[in-house]
C-alpha cells in the first residue's frame, strides 16, 4: 500500500515540479538579455529579442502564476518596444501587470513598474500616478517607486497638479536619504538636467531641518550645488 502511494505521488507532483524547473531556466536566461540590455553591453537586436522573448513566454506558459515570470514577460515586451522591433498592446501588457499584482499585492516594484508602462508606452499619467501612490501606500521608501515617480513626474510636470508636484518633489528628499549610491545617481541625473531643478532644489532646501548630514552633504555637495 505504502509503496502505492509513493508512486502515485511521483506521477502527480514529479511532473510539476521538472515543469517549474523548465520554467525556471526559461525565466533565467530572459532575465539574462534583460541585465545586458540595462547594463547598455549589447544591443536589442530583433534575433536577441525574439530569444528573450520565447524564453520569458515560455516561462509564464509553464508557470502561470509566477509573479516574477509575469512581470519579466511585460518587461521583456518594453525593451522590445523601446528598440522598435516589438509592438506590445496595452491590453496585453495590462494583463501581465495586473495578474502579477494581484498575485502579489504587496510587491510594490510590481506596481512601480506598471505605473512606467502606464506613463511612458500608455500615455496615461493619471493611471501612473494612481499606482504611484498605491506602492507609496504599501511601503514609503521603496527606491524603484521613488526613481519611477520622479522619472514621471518630471516628464508629465507641465500637466499634473499642485498635490502631485508635491509628491514628485518628496519622493526626490526621500531619495536623498538612500543607502544605495546608484539610486541617487539616477535621481541626480533627471533632476539636474531637467528645467525644473530650481522647484526641486527650493522644496528639499525648505526641509533641509528634516536631512541627515549624508542627505545634506549630497543635496550641497552634488545635486543643487
Given amino acids: 500500500m505504502f509503496a502505492v502511494i509513493v508512486i502515485v505521488l511521483i506521477v502527480l507532483f514529479v511532473p510539476n515540479v521538472f515543469k517549474k524547473g523548465i520554467a525556471s531556466a526559461h525565466y533565467f ?19 536577441a529579442f525574439n530569444d528573450a522573448h520565447e524564453a520569458a513566454q515560455s516561462a509564464v506558459d509553464k508557470d502561470p502564476f509566477n509573479a516574477h515570470y509575469l512581470l519579466n514577460l511585460a518587461k ?8 522598435e522591433v516589438f509592438q506590445p498592446t496595452q491590453k496585453n501588457l495590462d494583463e501581465l501587470y495586473l495578474k502579477a499584482i494581484a498575485l502579489r499585492p504587496k510587491w510594490v516594484s510590481a506596481y512601480g513598474d506598471y505605473a512606467y508602462s502606464l506613463a511612458f508606452l500608455q500615455q496615461d499619467a493619471k493611471m501612473a500616478f494612481l499606482y504611484l501612490h498605491k506602492a507609496n501606500d504599501i511601503v514609503p521608501f521603496e527606491e524603484t517607486v521613488l526613481q519611477n ?9 507641465s500637466s499634473i497638479d499642485y498635490d502631485e508636484k ?3 518633489m518628496e519622493s526626490a528628499f526621500k531619495i536623498l ?11 541626480k541625473a533627471i533632476i539636474v538636467e531637467s528645467d525644473k531643478k530650481q522647484y526641486f532644489c527650493q522644496f ?8 541627515s548630514e549624508k542627505a545634506n552633504q549630497r543635496f550641497e555637495k552634488q545635486l543643487c550645488r
Fill in 166 to 168: 508635491v509628491f514628485v
Fill in 29 to 47: 536566461k530572459s532575465q539574462y538579455y534583460l541585465g545586458q540590455w540595462i547594463k547598455g553591453k549589447t544591443a536589442i537586436t530583433e534575433f
Fill in 204 to 211: 528639499i532646501k525648505n526641509k533641509s531641518e528634516d536631512m
Fill in 177 to 187: 536619504e538612500t543607502n544605495n549610491q546608484a539610486s541617487f545617481e539616477y535621481v
Fill in 76 to 83: 521583456v515586451k518594453e525593451w522590445g518596444w523601446s528598440a
Fill in 149 to 157: 515617480t520622479v522619472l514621471v513626474g518630471e516628464y508629465y510636470w
